[in-house]
T-cell receptor, first 112, second 112 residues
Framework: DAGVTQSPTHLIKTRGQQVTLRCSPK?????VSWYQQALGQGPQFIFQYYEEEERQRGNFPDRFSGHQFPNYSSELNVNALLLGDSALYLC???????????FGNGTRLTVT | QKEVEQNSGPLSVPEGAIASLNCTYS??????FFWYRQYSGKSPELIMFIYSNGDKEDGRFTAQLNKASQYVSLLIRDSQPSDSATYLC????????????FGTGTRLLVSP
């Protein structure tokens, strides 16, 4: 039974570029949430997708956008990258209304 | 006031001792409480979750919840060097969607 899978594992981008991160939820899960974790901090909620719609959003600018596909997989897009976007990006899945969240291994994004 | 507060540590305990990790939260409507373990460079891994006041035990781990005091704790009995990691406390609010709010984590060091 595959857990949450994320790709790529590492990514290096230049300021101003755009990036797309991908996530496949754990088998049987239908909800995907994205978190950003800066070094030494706890994960910060970006947004959550359920039934292909953004259901809740954290305090992140519009540069951060996402999508959920009919197979429940999801993408996180970040435009106009800033140095401060360098972080570990975590995808987590769950079955709506049933906790808890299960995290993928994350994508380490470095913006230079 | 931060929504979820943890002492950043490090908390140092000798092998075989009991490690006590604490967390306070500000939203009285919070319903679900989680402890995640995160090794350096890795993603968070769920250890325990608790919904009701009192204690919940799972092997060497005990989660304690006191909603009146807005306090959650994690006890690790017979601590092992492999328990050395950052422990994240996370709280779920009272909405229908599972936004988890994380603390910054407590770093635990277990010495042989």
């Amino acid at each position: 039974d595959a857990g949450v899978t994320q790709s790529p594992t590492h990514l290096i981008k230049t300021r101003g570029q755009q990036v797309t991160l991908r996530c496949s939820p754990k088998s049987g899960h239908d909800t995907v949430s994205w978190y950003q974790q800066a070094l030494g901090q706890g994960p910060q909620f970006i947004f959550q997708y359920y039934e292909e719609e953004e259901r809740q959003r954290g305090n992140f600018p519009d540069r951060f956008s996402g999508h959920q596909f009919p197979n429940y997989s999801s993408e996180l897009n970040v435009n106009a990258l800033l140095l401060g976007d360098s972080a570990l990006y975590l995808c987590a899945s769950s079955l709506q209304g049933v906790s808890p969240l299960h995290f993928g291994n994350g994508t380490r994004l470095t913006v230079t | 006031q931060k929504e979820v507060e943890q002492n950043s540590g490090p908390l140092s305990v000798p092998e075989g001792a009991i490690a006590s990790l604490n967390c306070t939260y500000s939203d009285r409507g919070s319903q679900s409480f989680f402890w995640y373990r995160q090794y350096s460079g890795k993603s968070p891994e769920l250890i325990m979750f608790i919904y009701s006041n009192g204690d919940k035990e799972d092997g060497r781990f005990t989660a304690q919840l006191n909603k009146a005091s807005q306090y959650v704790s994690l006890l690790i009995r017979d601590s092992q060097p492999s328990d050395s990691a950052t422990y994240l406390c996370a709280v779920k609010g009272n909405t229908g969607f599972q936004k988890l709010v994380f603390g910054t984590g407590t770093r635990l060091l277990v010495s042989p």
